[in-house]
């Protein structure tokens, strides 16, 4: 997308983001009229005073969700009627795609211009796709005997709540919203604390486009305090989380210590990146990895952090490898140009610093990067990094980062390269690159891994599952198969006489 002709410096100076929560369809501030500066990680200025939510301000939301949904203003529109409705919301957030770009790439510091074709542009088209399937979907009829008739039937469940990171703080948003609100439920959304400008002006764009007030209600606030209270809420019927697989734990925790609300976990990845011998493009692999990786300044979940490469290419590999790194050196964000943008705060600058030094410490060898950057801007940046030379033991080898630290891991054989692929925590995403197609076939069964690419890793469309096997999550976002997280499955029985 062609974004030079916007001064985005400029609009960042102009623009003033309003940080009231959205409940109930009007902007509210927090009960206790407490609020939390929102600081961009560009420059570390204030970019807004952020409504605090707490207890109070969740109980609010929630009943007015629980209201939504119990008149049935929502719920009990057609699928047709809803569709119309979320199509509109769809075209609200086309109009406002400048605006909302730039919120994002403030508010958390990626690329204004991958804000505008990616972020923006998928959080519209999902919000579509999902408004423009729930009109398609049918239920069942069960192979009963001749005297009884069956119905199994999809209703929505209620009230969800939706808490999301700061990655994606849109995309995330939009995987349990399109789903949530095109089945009928309402939903109050507790955005990062980290980034939560963008979530409330997706919330009015939705009033605007016709969604009734209290559908859709959005509350900022840290998590353990609006987080917790929403998770622990007794009338919120499920949680779809996305964020931390240490999170992920206590939404369980708190579904038990309340009302088994139903938890769906989308957690963290050590994705495994694995290249035979036997694949003749080198330098695509290559560049591949360092394309995913650097994306997004390496704070993306399904991020190939670990690589495997086979001994006989590992070093021409490696060499192609680190002559990427510099391509995604940090720059202004608000450019328009830059290939990397600022680490979303300074606690996790700091984690992905200590991590590199981890990496040394455990003997591995850095061949790229390794340093903070662009220090005088004010801002969070870290260099592309790659390490070679490293065991799948070490700590930079298991644990997630969450930044721009690629880990190289050699291997000999195809049982080796599975068998340390596997040996993670984790398993969210992997890829296998080889010639081979009975090796690619095999590979891509022995992956435990929710998706696994073959001779690529950048495909990827709402049209498929998305999700995690082991700690990497429960449930699947994205597809037609997200509406089973939001929807309970009824079945009704119906008795035929003979006449
Ligand atoms: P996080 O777990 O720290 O926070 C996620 C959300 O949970 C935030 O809104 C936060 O305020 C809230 N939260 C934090 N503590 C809470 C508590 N005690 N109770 C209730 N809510 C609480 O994660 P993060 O740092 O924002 O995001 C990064 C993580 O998200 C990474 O692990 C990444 O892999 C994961 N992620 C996973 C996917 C996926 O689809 N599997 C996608 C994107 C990000």
Not at 260 to 271: A, P, T
Not at 425 to 435: K, R, T
């Amino acid at each position: 997308m062609n974004t030079s002709t916007i001064d985005w410096r400029q609009r960042a100076n102009d623009i003033r983001p309003d940080g009231r929560a959205v409940i109930a369809g009007r902007r509210v501030a927090a009960r206790d009229g407490e609020t939390f500066d929102c600081i961009s990680p560009i420059d570390g200025r204030t970019l807004a005073s952020v409504a605090r939510g707490r207890t109070a301000d969740i109980d609010a939301a929630v009943a007015a969700a629980r209201q939504a949904f119990d008149d049935g203003r929502w719920a009990r529109k057609s699928p047709a009627q809803r569709k119309r409705i979320l199509q509109r919301f769809s075209e609200g957030i086309l109009a406002a795609k400048e605006e909302l770009a730039l919120l994002e790439t403030l508010d958390m510091g990626k690329p204004v211009q991958q804000s505008l074709a990616v972020d923006v542009a998928s959080t519209a088209r999902i919000i579509a796709w999902y408004g423009e399937a729930i009109d398609k979907v049918y239920d069942e009829i069960a192979p009963t005997p001749h005297n009884a008739l069956a119905l199994i039937t999809r209703e929505p469940m209620g009230v969800i709540g939706a808490v999301v990171p700061w990655n994606y703080p849109m995309l995330m948003a939009s995987w349990k919203l399109g789903p949530a609100l095109a089945a009928g439920n309402s939903v109050v959304l507790k955005p990062s604390e980290k980034s939560p400008l963008t979530a409330l002006r997706l919330a009015e764009i939705a009033v605007e486009a016709g969604l009734p007030e209290g559908v859709f209600n959005v509350v900022p606030g840290y998590g353990h305090e609006a987080g917790e209270a929403l998770a622990l809420h007794m009338d919120v019927d499920a949680i779809g989380f996305t964020g931390s697989t240490r999170v992920g734990r206590k939404m369980l925790e708190y579904a038990g210590r309340s009302n088994l609300k139903r938890v769906y976990n989308e957690l963290g990845g050590k994705s495994a990146f694995v290249v035979f011998d036997d694949f003749a493009d080198v330098a695509r692999a290559a560049t591949t990895v360092a394309a995913s990786m650097f994306y997004n300044q390496g704070e993306s979940c399904n991020a190939p952090s670990r690589v495997f490469v086979h001994e006989r290419i590992a070093d021409e590999f490696v060499r192609i490898v680190t002559g990427e790194a510099p391509k995604y050196q940090p720059d202004d964000p608000l450019s328009g140009t830059a290939e990397m943008g600022a680490i979303v705060d300074e606690t996790q600058l700091r984690t992905v610093l200590g991590y590199i030094e981890a990496g040394h410490g455990e003997g591995a060898r850095m061949v790229a990067g390794g340093k903070q950057a662009r220090a005088d801007s004010g801002g969070y940046f870290v260099e592309p990094t790659v390490f070679d030379g490293v065991d799948n033991r070490m700590r930079i080898a298991r644990e997630e980062i969450f930044g721009p630290v690629l880990s190289v891991i050699r291997f000999k054989t195809e049982d080796d390269a599975v068998a340390m692929a596997n040996d993670s925590p984790y398993g969210l995403q992997a890829s296998v690159w080889s010639d081979n197609v009975n090796r690619a076939h095999r590979v891509a069964r022995a992956l435990r891994a929710g998706t696994v690419h073959v001779n690529q890793y950048d495909e990827d469309d709402i049209t498929v599952p998305f999700g995690g096997y082991k700690q990497s999550g429960n449930g699947r976002d994205k597809s037609l198969h997200a509406f089973d997280k939001y929807t309970e499955l009824k079945t009704t029985w119906l008795r035929i006489d003979p006449a």
